[in-house]
């Protein structure tokens, strides 16, 4: 009777071990930013000026603390979309949404536990509040995360194809600067705005809707800046994955939306 034969565990290519490892770091991001999401900061910016919809002059940047590890999706999206073509990029945005409900999932369950009345363990108002508003700040950031990051692929792509394949840094940066403002104006009205109305919290009120605009501008403006400082980390990017990986970009035929 002959031997049956041996299964040796599957070796992965270096191409789908680049693709894992930015797969995760992207997950990991998006994670991250709708934990730190529910705080709020601003960031004077030493002028003012006047907007239509407000009679206050906007005269600092604020934005959810989201937005720090939030822009990293968004260069891994465009460098997995240049190497992998756009349903990998679509592929690593379904795998981060289905993460992220997962998380959602485990936080529901974490607040639904019963408190251990303890001096040494964290007071549950505090537990109740914060990660009360992160549930809040999770669908709201998965909403405007899936809907932000197709409006990239797809720009990416289309810009790609118009361009045949040059000018880099105009289809990296120029669809985050449009997915991002998108991105910025959904998160904003759904975490701050709606979804304090549908679910209600003694100490986290609706947001008006003429701070539901200054913090969506403001904020993209400070995306706006990221997303043009980020354009040379495209490019290194790039170099890494040709130079230490072997990758090379996608034709621009290829790149069809």
């Not at 290519?13 to 693709?19: D, F, I, N």
């Not at 604020?62 to 465009?78: E, K, N, R, S």
């Not at 992160?134 to 932000?148: H, K, N, P």
């Not at 996608?250 to 939306?257: G, R, S, V």
């Amino acid at each position: 009777m002959p031997t049956p034969p041996l299964h040796e565990p599957h070796e992965l290519s270096t191409p789908q071990k680049v693709y894992l490892w930015l797969a995760c770091i992207s997950v990991a991001s998006l994670l991250v930013a709708d934990i730190t999401g529910c705080k709020l900061f601003s960031i004077p910016l030493g002028f003012s000026f006047s907007v239509p919809w407000s009679d206050q002059p906007i005269d600092a940047i604020q934005h959810t603390c989201g937005m720090l590890a939030f822009p990293i999706t968004f260069l891994l999206t465009d460098l997995i979309n240049e190497y992998y073509g756009k349903k990998a990029a679509r592929r690593v945005v379904w795998l981060s949404f289905a993460m992220g409900f997962l998380v959602f999932l485990f936080i529901n369950a974490a607040l639904n536990m019963n408190h251990l009345d303890a001096v040494y363990n964290v007071k549950k108002e505090s537990f109740d509040n914060v990660l009360g508003n992160t549930r809040i700040m999770y669908v709201a950031s998965i909403a405007a995360f899936l809907v932000g990051s197709f409006s990239d692929i797809i720009l990416f792509s289309w810009i790609k194809k118009l361009t045949k394949g040059r000018h880099v840094w105009l289809r990296a940066t120029g669809s985050t600067i449009i997915s991002q403002f998108i991105d910025s104006l959904i998160v904003t009205y759904l975490a701050f705005n709606l979804g304090r109305q549908l679910f209600p919290a003694t100490d986290a009120v609706p947001m008006p809707m003429t701070d539901v605009l200054k913090t969506a501008l403001t904020g993209y403006m400070l995306k706006y800046v990221i997303a043009i400082a980020l354009t040379p980390a495209i490019y290194l990017g790039r170099y890494i994955l040709h130079a230490y990986f072997g990758l090379m970009p996608l034709p621009p035929e290829q790149a069809t939306p």
